[in-house]
T-cell receptor, first 112, second 109 residues
Framework: DTEVTQTPKHLVMGMTNKKSLKCEQH?????MYWYKQKAKKPPELMFV???????INESVPSRFSPECPNSSLLNLHLHALQPEDSALYLC???????????FGSGTRLTVV | ELKVEQNPLFLSMQEGKNYTIYCNYS?????LYWYRQDPGKSLESLFV?????AVKQEGRLMASLDTKARLSTLHITAAVHDLSATYFC?????????FGAGTILRVKS
């Protein structure tokens, strides 16, 4: 299995909702990432997990809460989001000492 | 902090002609990546460049890296319509991958 699987592919949520994005990989990668991509912009790093521990938080608002329950799974919990948080959320994984990053297909999030 | 600049940001290409996208990065990075993104889709890895003078080719695309100049180029030979997409370069800085703004390629018949 050489894929990063993200679910759901599309999500529409209200500003008072709580939802979660899920990312899964079975390549044995020990680093996992969340990126946010707005339309016509490059991906922007949000969080990095290395060996299931949060190693980088790019000053992301607390309404985004990451979780890495095990080495294969990465979640992003969403609460009280704003319409400007609507974007494509991309998950990626890599071996910590290797050079390849594998990106998932993304979750298209719309906040209404 | 690493900054990555791409130019041009938009490239209108004629079929059959050659073009180059430039990617400059501001501080030492040990790896340079090129990705392709089709509208509404995720990122497709094209090339990973690891060392000075590295050159990689796949079909009509060729990428090179000059670490002394902190410059990578993506050369397109004899453009065809199916190359239309957005192309990003990205440089690795510690455990971060920092992306350039992207170059939108459109190939006209």
């Amino acid at each position: 299995d050489t894929e990063v699987t993200q679910t759901p592919k599309h999500l529409v949520m209200g500003m008072t909702n709580k939802k979660s994005l899920k990312c899964e990989q079975h390549m044995g990668h020990r680093a996992m990432y969340w990126y946010k991509q707005k339309a016509k912009k490059p991906p922007e790093l949000m969080f990095v997990y290395s060996y299931e521990k949060l190693s980088i938080n790019e000053s992301v608002p607390s309404r985004f809460s990451p979780e890495c329950p095990n080495s294969s799974l990465l979640n992003l919990h969403l609460h009280a989001l704003q319409p400007e948080d609507s974007a494509l959320y991309l998950c990626a994984s890599s071996q910590v000492a290797n050079y390849g990053y594998t990106f998932g297909s993304g979750t298209r999030l719309t906040v209404v | 902090e690493l900054k990555v600049e791409q130019n041009p940001l938009f490239l209108s290409m004629q079929e059959g002609k050659n073009y180059t996208i430039y990617c400059n990065y501001s501080t030492t990075s040990d790896r340079l990546y090129w990705y392709r993104q089709d509208p509404g889709k995720s990122l497709e890895s094209l090339f990973v460049l690891l060392s000075n003078g590295a050159v990689k080719q796949e079909g009509r695309l060729m990428a090179s890296l000059d670490t002394k100049a902190r410059l990578s180029t993506l050369h397109i030979t004899a453009a065809v319509h199916d190359l239309s997409a957005t192309y990003f370069c990205a440089a690795r800085y510690g455990n971060k991958l920092v992306f350039g703004a992207g170059t939108i390629l459109r190939v006209k018949s």
